[in-house]
């Protein structure tokens, strides 16, 4: 069984700094994709910045020059640093990835989420 967990997650002025992290466990053969989602209240669940599969960094309009994603293969971890925060960032964030790990007779790749961490950023 797969697990991703976040943490780093608080309160912090607007124009302050937050760095989340997430760690995947488990079976895992292979991590395909990874990246942060957020969900403010009443809305939908969108993207923040993932890695694709080729290992390529995408970032949402809103977060470029204030975002950085990263990773560390090793550790099965993968890092949101948050500078220059807004109240409009203001949401839970969630850990999720597209995992391969092995099934009965072949792999199986699913997608998985974190328990979600809350950023505040109060103005």
């Known amino acids: 069984q797969v697990q991703l967990v976040e943490s780093g997650g608080g309160l912090v002025q607007a124009g302050g700094s937050l760095r989340l992290s997430c760690v995947a466990s488990g079976s895992i053969l292979k991590i395909n994709t990874v990246g942060w989602y957020r969900q403010a209240p009443g809305k939908q669940r969108d993207l923040v910045a993932m890695?694709?599969?080729?290992?390529?960094?995408i970032y949402v309009d809103s977060v470029k020059g204030r975002f950085t994603i990263s990773r560390d293969n090793a550790k099965n971890k993968v890092y949101l640093q948050m500078n220059s925060l807004k109240p409009e960032d203001t949401a839970v964030y969630y850990c999720n990835a597209n995992i391969r790990t092995m099934g009965l007779a072949t792999y199986n790749e699913n997608d998985y989420w974190g328990q979600g961490t809350q950023v505040t950023v109060a103005s």
């Open positions: 890695f694709s599969s080729a290992g390529v960094t």
